[in-house]
């Protein structure tokens, strides 16, 4: 097993044992999903999984085993959730507790730009499988929610002759309390590749 394999596995029989010291009802109640027939039943993006007990094991909505990454995502979301409300306050990642040094906008904004410079129409139509919220922001906004208590706003400006393209990607200030700075990246670079894979299959 390589190192990142190791760390995975090790960052998520921490998380599992945190889990089992708190009542089933008390988890599903802080983090906003439903527990019922012995299962949590996590929305991630714009899918479902299970994470079944008495083992912890986590599978999509067809039974089917789950990338590994998702799985520490889903475990770490459950084992940190402490039932803060969300505030409605954004927050760039920059101001997230963590967030000052990385290469984030690298990962996340930039590709974004790129592939919405001076067109957004597929950016509306990919918006709509997430069933991402409308936002009052300008140019183009939606509310996005990587998991149930885990939103994500994405502001777009697209170019015009004076002003190049520009998004901004911002959390609710309460994420933190539902996941911590690294988790926070992942889970939204994860996010940004799949909003543009499926851009992608609308324009094809």
Same mark, same amino acid.
């Given at each position: 097993? #390589?190192?990142?394999?190791?760390?995975?596995?090790?960052?998520?029989?921490?998380?599992?044992?945190?889990? %089992? %010291?708190?009542?089933?009802?008390?988890?599903?109640?802080k983090?906003?999903?439903?527990?019922?027939d012995?299962? $949590?039943?996590?929305? $991630?993006?714009?899918? &479902? *999984?299970?994470?079944?007990?008495?083992?912890f094991?986590?599978?999509?909505e #067809?039974? %089917?085993?789950?990338? !590994?990454?998702?799985? +520490?995502?889903? &475990?770490?979301?459950?084992?940190?959730?402490?039932?803060?409300?969300? =505030?409605?306050?954004?927050?760039?990642?920059?101001?997230?507790?963590?967030?000052?040094?990385?290469? @984030?906008?690298?990962?996340?904004?930039? !590709?974004?730009?790129?592939? *919405?410079?001076?067109?957004?129409?597929?950016?509306? +139509?990919?918006?709509?499988? @997430?069933?991402?919220?409308? +936002?009052?922001?300008?140019d183009?906004?939606?509310?996005? *929610?990587l998991?149930?208590?885990v939103?994500?706003?994405?502001?777009?400006?697209?170019?015009?002759?004076?002003?190049?393209?520009?998004?901004?990607?911002? $959390?609710?200030?309460?994420? =933190?309390?539902? &996941?911590?700075?690294?988790?926070?990246?992942?889970? =939204?670079?994860? $996010?940004?590749?799949?909003l543009?894979?499926?851009?992608? #299959?609308?324009?094809?």
């Open positions: 097993m #390589q190192s990142a394999e190791v760390g995975i596995q090790l960052a998520k029989e921490k998380a599992i044992e945190q889990l %089992k %010291k708190i009542a089933h009802n008390i988890v599903a109640s983090a906003g999903v439903v527990f019922k012995n299962r $949590f039943e996590i929305p $991630f993006f714009n899918q &479902l *999984y299970y994470v079944i007990l008495p083992d094991l986590i599978t999509d #067809q039974g %089917k085993n789950i990338n !590994p990454a998702h799985e +520490l995502l889903v &475990l770490n979301y459950l084992a940190n959730a402490d039932g803060t409300e969300i =505030t409605g306050e954004w927050q760039p990642f920059r101001y997230v507790k963590g967030g000052a040094c990385s290469n @984030f906008s690298v990962k996340t904004v930039e !590709p974004l730009v790129r592939e *919405y410079n001076i067109d957004a129409s597929s950016f509306h +139509l990919a918006a709509k499988v @997430f069933n991402a919220l409308p +936002l009052g922001f300008k183009i906004s939606y509310c996005f *929610y998991l149930p208590k939103p994500v706003a994405i502001i777009l400006n697209l170019a015009t002759e004076e002003f190049p393209a520009d998004v901004n990607l911002l $959390f609710d200030s309460s994420v =933190t309390h539902y &996941l911590e700075s690294e988790d926070i990246s992942v889970i =939204t670079e994860m $996010f940004v590749g799949r543009l894979k499926i851009s992608k #299959q609308i324009k094809s």
